[in-house]
């Protein structure tokens, strides 16, 4: 099975996730998407102090009209600072005949020589860049960290490079719905209308647990 994988915080997740992740299994024939949200994210101490509880149930109402969409607390179950590189070796050893896609932004592939081990991650399964607005990056060979750059032996087209392990780096291009957390946290705490940048049922979540309302 061809698995894309999607972290993220999601506080909270919005239409512009759901889109990348579509738009990635669309485009690379993927049979399903799952959604990791991080439980303890190393880069980004959560706003506000949103529960992991609240950020996933976002995650399991924004994607259960979805076949092909799973959600997995296996961060928060795992214990310990979210890296990816664990998530990621964890998948592999417990589906071992599965292919997995992990599918990031381009503002975080401009930012991954900063991820814990990062390099190892390019050899443990195929990295799918998206590009969004504010965040796009010119090729994949000049968006990648020196460091590593002479590890990519092979290119297959503009859009895939092919490193030594094996595995592919690939880029994804055309989300272009411009939504943030941060905006939709500030339209909250503002008493302005989130419809159509979230799910309903995520709308609805927020309105009732009233979450978002005193973010500082």
């Not at 719905?177 to 609805?204: N, T």
Request: aromatic share 10%; hydrophobic share 40%; glycine share 6%.
């Amino acid at each position: 099975m061809r698995v894309g994988i999607l972290g993220g915080t999601f506080n909270p997740i919005h239409m512009a996730h759901l889109r990348i992740a579509e738009e990635s299994r669309d485009r690379l024939g993927l049979d399903r998407i799952m959604f990791i949200p991080a439980a303890t994210p190393p880069h980004k101490p959560q706003i506000g102090e949103l529960s992991y509880a609240d950020r996933f149930e976002m995650v399991r109402l924004a994607i259960q009209d979805n076949p092909h969409f799973t959600a997995s607390a296996m961060e928060q179950e795992r214990g310990g600072r979210s890296y990816s590189i664990d998530t990621l070796r964890q998948l592999r050893q417990d589906f071992p005949d599965d292919e997995f896609f992990f599918i990031i932004g381009g503002d975080s592939f401009a930012e991954i020589a900063t991820w814990y081990r990062y390099s190892e991650i390019f050899a443990c399964c195929n990295i799918v860049a998206v590009q969004r607005p504010g965040s796009t990056f010119e090729s994949l060979a000049t968006g990648l960290p020196t460091a590593i750059a002479d590890q990519f032996t092979h290119v297959d087209t503009p859009d895939t490079l092919t490193h030594a392990s094996g595995f592919r780096l690939l880029a994804v291009d055309g989300v272009l719905l411009d939504i943030s957390s941060s905006q939709i946290r500030s339209l909250v705490k503002s008493g302005r209308s989130i419809r159509y940048l979230v799910p309903e049922a995520v709308e609805r979540y927020i309105q009732e647990q009233r979450l978002y309302i005193d973010v500082r």
